[in-house]
């Protein structure tokens, strides 16, 4: 969804693009819940030093030395969320391997299932994951008010192993087409589901950062496809079992989810407050239960207790406004030229002698994991909007550098170093950014009743645009020159920033309820 990929051919596109413990009482071991770790203070103290206290009045350095120990303590706060977390991003490993897996055993399959040498049909293996992932996207927000995200997680393993099976025993177009298919529709529910989930679950602190989980998860899956593609150069059946290799994960993410939680604000609005309060307290802390419980039956008073919202009220107040910037912002990323530079990358890095495309591949794979990581760190130190203004801007650079690389004059050799230094500055700025930040805003601005629909409708938005700038990319290139096309994407690379500026609140620090209040006037404690 976020992530970055390079095709060895220019074809129809893929997509770019996460228990209650007790006091224990008479000696009795802390009771947890599914992935139940105790929560850890969050600063770490010497036991002994109260012990100190009682005993001895410490000198200067005995305090300078516990103030310098306080410092260098470790905030893990995050970790009794993390397992969950972890094992949701599963499923863009998944995202990020299918992408993957189609880079190289194209020509393999177009040859030994008898499509070789037809671009319209090689297109068509690739673009039919697209509609099924547009499908996906679009019934992931009706299945998430109705079942919670579990349950939606583990029937989505369905489509996603089935296809990954029929895809490696396909003998013929028809076969590989279905399979690819379904494979697709699975990657669609994903998709939306996995940001829904983390923001639903992450403490409101650590929610930024657990969120790059996603993007972290799709390079690796990305990276993990071209490493074990390599056979498929010298192997022509080697696809097959790539395809078998991609069915294993689906089988962990459905016995996975068994042991993870529900998110508690869905808990909630289906009346199940306990369950809420014990997730609540064994992930958050037990200073955060009657807050958190209070905001969420606060928003469900004034939303009612229907579980399940009306596609029509996304042209309502204030949902349509948080519908239209989630459109938008997935306009503006695809037409930013993701898919675009990614295709024409591989040909840029062949002008340096880099002629094989899995090694290609690997150089972006491995760049927009250098991204990711750093946004990790970026998300809750700097804040979302700051982030992705910070990236597209970048963006926008690396496009001007590119553009002047390919215009100008230069030595061949210097021009040509120019113009990979642009493309992996690309690259690296997305995944800092544009990538994982517009799949994380869009559920944290959206309300907790709407939440599903739109994003339901932001990543129908995404795969529809990912299907047009594939479609008509190399005929602009034909058309205006590559050059020309470049300064486009650099252009709506500055556009999308001031779109950020002026549309987009920081949505960093505050609980999704206090975001949610804050963008309706309407509801207590509006206008903050």
Same mark, same amino acid.
């Given at each position: 969804?976020?992530?970055?990929?390079?095709?060895?051919?220019?074809?129809?596109?893929?997509?770019?693009?996460?228990?209650?413990?007790?006091?224990?009482?008479?000696?009795?071991?802390?009771?947890?819940?599914?992935?139940?770790?105790?929560?850890?203070?969050?600063?770490?103290?010497?036991?002994?030093?109260?012990?100190?206290?009682?005993?001895?009045?410490?000198?200067?350095?005995?305090?300078?030395?516990?103030?310098?120990?306080?410092?260098?303590?470790?905030?893990?706060?995050?970790?009794?969320?993390?397992?969950?977390?972890? *094992?949701?991003?599963?499923?863009?490993?998944?995202?990020?391997?299918?992408?993957? *897996?189609?880079?190289?055993?194209?020509?393999?399959?177009?040859?030994?299932?008898?499509?070789?040498?037809?671009?319209?049909?090689?297109?068509?293996?690739?673009?039919?994951?697209?509609?099924?992932?547009?499908?996906?996207?679009?019934?992931?927000?009706?299945?998430?008010?109705?079942?919670?995200?579990?349950?939606?997680?583990?029937?989505?393993?369905?489509?996603?192993?089935?296809?990954?099976?029929?895809?490696?025993?396909?003998?013929?177009?028809?076969?590989?087409?279905?399979?690819?298919?379904?494979?697709?529709?699975?990657?669609?529910?994903?998709?939306?589901?996995?940001?829904?989930?983390?923001?639903?679950?992450?403490?409101?602190?650590?929610?930024?950062?657990?969120?790059?989980?996603?993007?972290?998860?799709?390079?690796?899956?990305?990276?993990?496809?071209?490493?074990?593609?390599?056979?498929?150069?010298?192997?022509?059946?080697?696809?097959?079992?790539?395809?078998?290799?991609?069915?294993?994960?689906?089988?962990?993410?459905?016995?996975?989810?068994?042991?993870?939680?529900?998110?508690?604000?869905?808990?909630?609005?289906?009346?199940?407050?306990?369950?809420?309060?014990?997730?609540?307290?064994?992930?958050?802390?037990?200073?955060?239960?009657?807050?958190?419980?209070?905001?969420?039956?606060?928003?469900?008073?004034?939303?009612?207790?229907?579980?399940?919202?009306?596609?029509?009220?996304?042209?309502?107040?204030?949902?349509?406004?948080?519908?239209?910037?989630?459109?938008?912002?997935? *306009?503006?990323?695809?037409?930013?030229?993701?898919?675009?530079?990614?295709?024409?990358?591989?040909?840029?890095?062949?002008?340096?002698?880099?002629?094989?495309?899995?090694?290609?591949?690997?150089?972006?794979?491995?760049?927009?994991?250098?991204?990711?990581?750093?946004?990790?760190?970026?998300?809750?130190?700097?804040?979302?909007?700051?982030?992705?203004?910070?990236?597209?801007?970048?963006?926008?650079?690396?496009?001007?550098?590119?553009?002047?690389?390919?215009?100008?004059?230069?030595?061949?050799?210097?021009?040509?170093?120019?113009?990979?230094?642009?493309?992996?500055?690309?690259?690296?700025?997305?995944?800092?950014?544009?990538?994982?930040?517009?799949?994380?805003?869009?559920?944290?601005?959206?309300?907790?009743?709407?939440?599903?629909?739109?994003?339901?409708?932001?990543?129908?938005?995404?795969?529809?645009?990912?299907?047009?700038?594939?479609?008509?990319?190399?005929?602009? *290139?034909?058309?205006?020159?590559?050059?020309?096309?470049?300064?486009?994407?650099?252009?709506?690379?500055?556009?999308?920033?001031?779109?950020?500026?002026?549309?987009?609140?920081?949505?960093?620090?505050?609980?999704?309820?206090?975001?949610?209040?804050?963008?309706?006037?309407?509801?207590?404690?509006?206008?903050?």
């Amino acid at each position: 969804m976020w992530v970055a990929t390079v095709l060895h051919r220019p074809v129809v596109p893929v997509p770019l693009f996460f228990t209650s413990h007790l006091i224990p009482k008479v000696l009795l071991k802390p009771k947890t819940f599914r992935f139940g770790f105790p929560l850890p203070s969050l600063k770490l103290k010497a036991s002994a030093t109260k012990k100190q206290l009682q005993t001895q009045e410490p000198d200067n350095e005995d305090l300078h030395n516990q103030e310098k120990s306080n410092d260098q303590s470790f905030d893990l706060g995050w970790l009794p969320t993390f397992p969950h977390v972890l *094992v949701a991003s599963m499923s863009n490993f998944l995202f990020g391997y299918h992408i993957g *897996v189609m880079n190289g055993p194209i020509v393999s399959i177009a040859r030994e299932l008898g499509f070789e040498g037809d671009p319209i049909l090689e297109g068509l293996v690739v673009s039919i994951f697209i509609a099924g992932a547009f499908i996906g996207s679009l019934s992931c927000g009706s299945l998430v008010d109705k079942l919670g995200c579990r349950r939606t997680f583990q029937i989505d393993t369905i489509p996603l192993v089935l296809g990954a099976v029929l895809s490696a025993q396909a003998h013929s177009l028809n076969e590989i087409l279905l399979g690819r298919f379904l494979v697709g529709l699975g990657i669609g529910v994903n998709t939306v589901l996995v940001p829904i989930y983390i923001s639903e679950v992450a403490p409101t602190k650590y929610r930024g950062s657990l969120g790059t989980l996603s993007q972290i998860g799709s390079c690796l899956g990305i990276i993990f496809s071209l490493c074990l593609g390599i056979p498929a150069e010298h192997d022509p059946h080697w696809w097959r079992i790539m395809f078998y290799i991609a069915s294993m994960p689906g089988f962990l993410l459905a016995l996975g989810m068994q042991f993870t939680v529900e998110s508690p604000r869905w808990l909630c609005r289906v009346g199940d407050i306990k369950d809420a309060q014990t997730i609540i307290r064994n992930l958050w802390g037990d200073s955060e239960v009657d807050k958190a419980i209070e905001e969420f039956q606060s928003i469900i008073s004034n939303d009612g207790t229907d579980v399940n919202s009306r596609w029509m009220q996304l042209l309502e107040e204030p949902h349509s406004r948080v519908a239209f910037i989630g459109g938008a912002l997935f *306009v503006l990323q695809q037409f930013a030229g993701i898919n675009g530079v990614l295709y024409f990358s591989s040909l840029t890095f062949q002008d340096v002698g880099i002629a094989s495309g899995a090694l290609a591949s690997l150089f972006v794979g491995l760049t927009n994991f250098a991204g990711a990581l750093c946004a990790s760190y970026l998300m809750d130190t700097q804040g979302r909007r700051r982030l992705l203004i910070g990236s597209y801007l970048g963006m926008a650079v690396s496009m001007f550098l590119t553009v002047f690389a390919i215009n100008y004059p230069l030595e061949e050799d210097f021009s040509h170093n120019l113009s990979i230094l642009g493309t992996l500055m690309y690259i690296f700025t997305f995944a800092i950014g544009a990538g994982p930040v517009t799949g994380l805003i869009i559920p944290e601005l959206s309300s907790s009743k709407t939440r599903g629909k739109i994003m339901s409708f932001s990543f129908s938005v995404h795969w529809v645009c990912n299907f047009l700038v594939g479609l008509l990319f190399l005929d602009l *290139v034909e058309m205006f020159g590559v050059a020309s096309v470049y300064a486009g994407f650099g252009s709506v690379s500055v556009l999308s920033a001031i779109f950020a500026y002026y549309f987009l609140v920081e949505t960093k620090g505050r609980s999704l309820e206090e975001i949610e209040m804050s963008l309706n006037s309407n509801m207590r404690g509006g206008g903050r």
